[in-house]
């Protein structure tokens, strides 16, 4: 199982990005996906997570800015990004939990991490 994070940028503060992971490989099902992000120095930190049944969950400093969604059928999930800020600057990460197999347990995956920059 792979995931292939792609959209980040550099943009002015007050702009917008649209950040996409698709996951791919042997994938049986796949449950909660999301989007995590990790400045220089800090820790990494929940930014978005949806379920399977699309239900979404944000940082409290995202919200309202910021809107994931996901296509079930293509295993990709996204995250538009609003009003950016430059503390929104980071390394983001696309996650998901997923079942490679029939009978397999559940395993959290990671994408490669896509870099935001937000300055003027």
């Known amino acids: 199982v792979q995931l292939q994070a792609s959209g980040g940028g550099l943009v002015q503060p007050g702009g917008s990005l649209r950040l996409s992971c698709a996951a791919s490989?042997?994938?049986?099902?796949?449950?909660?996906m999301g989007w995590y992000r990790q400045a220089p120095g800090n820790q990494r930190d929940m930014v978005a997570r949806?379920?399977?049944?699309?239900?979404?969950n944000y940082a409290d400093s995202v919200k309202g800015r910021f809107t994931i969604s996901r296509d079930n059928a293509k295993n990709t999930v996204h995250l538009q990004m609003n009003s950016l800020k430059p503390g929104d600057t980071a390394v983001y990460y696309c996650y998901a939990d997923i079942v490679a197999g029939w009978g397999e347990p559940m395993s959290g995956y990671w994408g490669q991490g896509t870099q935001v920059t937000v300055s003027s």
């Open positions: 949806i379920t399977a049944t699309g239900s979404p």
């Open positions: 490989g042997s994938i049986f099902k796949t449950y909660s």
